[in-house]
């Protein structure tokens, strides 16, 4: 079974800086399985990125991901209002999520 | 874009049985894999349950597994989950999801849920 860990629980940050989300998998996930979800309060869970940087239809240039093997992460280069949320990693083989990352107004 | 939206949540007594419904938009319903996962309050995301475009083949977790059953009916553009003996431990949000399965390069396969409901709650408590 493949565990995913997501550091740091939270971040906090003001509008306009820079966040770095990471995510450690307990054995080597195959980049092209491993995907990125935010999710707003009261929201569905949106795909962000997939295949570890690829980004989904509509999402903007400040979300980026890399990351291979066991470490990966995702970078939003300059926070906008709207990016405060929850993220989750997630792997396709098998399905299972990280416990998130929840990125907080400073 | 494909949209997709649950039904049938609501409470339950501990023991008793609910079946949620996944109504999708598009005709091309039949073509997709589709999945379950359930959110309990205040916490993460969970997979529930997988099947594939035909309903001949499913998966489920470790944690549903003998209790819940997915299924589709293509012809409705459907998708269904009966939970029985239902627990406390399973309440939460149940939202359905769309698999893609994006080829990256040749031969290299991306697979993730790109289509999600908004999701239905169902509250197991006496």
């Known amino acids: 079974e493949i565990v995913l860990t997501q550091s740091p629980g939270t971040l906090s940050l003001s509008p306009g800086e820079r966040a770095t989300l990471s995510c450690r998998a307990s054995q080597s996930v195959s980049s092209n399985y491993l995907a990125w979800y935010q999710q707003k309060p009261g929201q569905a869970p949106r795909l962000l990125i997939y295949g570890a940087s690829s980004r989904a239809t509509g999402i903007p240039d400040r979300f980026s991901g890399s990351g291979s093997g066991t470490d990966f992460t995702l970078t939003i280069s300059r926070l906008e209002p709207e990016d405060f949320a929850v993220y989750y990693c997630g792997g396709s083989v098998p399905w299972t999520f990280g416990q998130g990352t929840k990125v907080e107004i400073k | 874009e494909v949209q997709l939206l649950e039904s049938g949540g609501g409470l339950i007594q501990p023991g008793g049985s609910l079946r949620l419904s996944c109504a999708a938009s598009?005709?091309?319903?039949?073509?997709?894999?589709m999945i379950w996962v359930r959110q309990a309050p205040g916490k993460g995301l969970e997979w529930v349950s997988t099947i594939d475009n035909t309903g001949g083949t499913t998966y489920y977790a470790d944690s549903v597994k003998g209790r819940f059953t997915i299924s589709r009916d293509n012809s409705k553009n459907t998708l269904y989950l009966q939970m029985n003996s239902l627990r406390a431990e399973d309440t939460a949000i149940y939202y359905c999801?769309?698999?893609?399965?994006?080829?990256?390069?040749?031969?290299?396969?991306?697979?993730?849920?790109?289509?999600w409901g908004k999701g239905t709650t169902v509250t197991v408590s006496s």
């Open positions: 999801a769309k698999r893609a399965k994006v080829e990256l390069r040749p031969g290299l396969y991306s697979y993730n849920m790109d289509v």
């Open positions: 598009a005709s091309t319903f039949g073509t997709y894999v």
